[in-house]
């Protein structure tokens, strides 16, 4: 059963105290940051939105107010993530750049930022044991993760037209190849990294898997490697 509170008026604290009138964004980013780590440590089912509002001293009113329910704050939450790392791929310029040094940039800042934002991943791996219900609600994430296909597309049309790439390549198979490396190394680091005794935390490591899997893309589209 869905955690909601129905017919609330303005935000206020358990006590009636209204708060953060005059910042309501921060107050909704604040809540969002929270809940992200409260659903990253509990997942969805064990998720308490009591310990959401302890850790952004606001109060459960308060979040049922901006959120409407439990479930639809996760949602809210995968769509923050998502779109964090949309923007950022929007922001990095790739028009700008030969082809081939596009792909390679695409390719390092997908891997730092999966790197760098470890409760994107997990929080990802919680939605698919729930096989995607949260995302299938949201015509926003798909809407967004459109633009890294087009994106993507462009760039291979770019580099089929500059002779450096191969024509029929799927491009939604290279941005398959591009995230499940950069993925796979966060969410399954604990598990092979003591199965086979290697610290994917270490920079050294990190530094080479970089440099791997962006060779490997590049290898996988150059013009003369087989379909």
């Known amino acids: 059963m869905s955690d909601s509170v129905v017919g609330l008026g303005q935000p206020e604290t358990e006590g009636g105290r209204r708060t953060r009138k005059n910042n309501p964004e921060k107050t909704r980013e604040d809540i969002l940051q929270a809940a992200i780590h409260e659903f990253v440590q509990q ?5 308490r939105v009591d310990a959401i509002a302890e850790r952004t001293a606001t109060s459960k009113r308060m979040i049922y107010y901006y959120f409407g329910s439990k ?25 700008s750049l ?24 997990r929080i990802i791996c919680t939605e698919n044991i729930h096989y995607g219900e949260y995302v299938k609600q949201s015509p926003a994430i798909r809407e967004m993760s459109s633009l890294v296909l087009e994106a993507l ?14 024509s029929g390549i799927e491009v939604i198979d290279l941005h398959m190849l591009m995230s499940s490396f950069c993925f796979y190394r966060v ?3 604990h598990t092979f990294g003591e199965i086979f005794q290697i610290d994917l935390s270490e920079d050294q490591v990190k530094l ?8 490997a893309v590049l290898r996988y589209i150059q013009v003369g490697q087989r379909p």
């Open 43 to 47: 997942g969805l089912a064990g998720a």
């Open 71 to 95: 479930e639809q704050l996760y949602c809210e939450c995968l769509v923050k993530l998502y779109g964090d790392i949309r923007k950022t791929e929007q922001s990095l310029d790739l028009e």
């Open 98 to 121: 030969p082809a081939d040094q596009a792909i390679r940039r695409l390719v390092e800042f997908t891997f730092d930022h999966h790197d760098r934002n470890v409760d994107f991943v």
């Open 153 to 166: 597309g462009n760039t291979l049309r770019r580099g089929v037209e500059e002779g450096v790439f191969r």
């Open 187 to 189: 969410s399954n680091r």
């Open 208 to 215: 080479r898997h970089k440099a791997m899997i962006c060779d």
